[in-house]
């Protein structure tokens, strides 16, 4: 099992930065990626950004070149820097931990993310 906690929300104002962090713990040595996911009201959840154990990154085309995913080994913690955040980015922000064998998504409780224009 994996356990992950999300911190960093907040409301902010059109514009602003937050950077989210998302603590992992327990079995962190069988996963192969981490990521992080929003969810707004009324709307599907959807990946916002990916960064594989190797560092290679995805990002969603709303995102690029204002976000950016990064990972402390060290700390098992994985972050989002949000830069440039549009009233469109509010959402639910979620941690995600993907192991490919046996398939497995881990999902950490979620974090409010509000942007005023």
């Known amino acids: 099992q994996v356990q992950l906690v999300e911190s960093g929300g907040g409301l902010v104002q059109a514009g602003g930065s937050l950077r989210l962090s998302c603590a992992a713990s327990?079995?962190?040595?069988?996963?192969?990626?981490m990521g992080w996911y929003r969810q707004a009201p009324g709307k599907q959840r959807e990946l916002v950004a990916r960064?594989?154990?190797?560092?290679?990154?995805n990002y969603a085309d709303s995102v690029k070149g204002r976000f950016t995913i990064s990972r402390d080994n060290a700390k098992n913690t994985v972050y989002l820097q949000m830069n440039s955040l549009k009233p469109e980015d509010t959402a639910v922000y979620y941690c995600?931990?993907?192991?490919?064998?046996?398939?497995?998504?881990?999902w950490g409780p979620g974090t409010q993310v509000t942007v005023s224009s």
């Open positions: 995600n931990a993907a192991r490919s064998w046996p398939s497995a998504q881990y």
């Open positions: 960064i594989t154990n190797g560092g290679s990154t």
């Open positions: 327990g079995s962190i040595f069988s996963i192969n990626s």
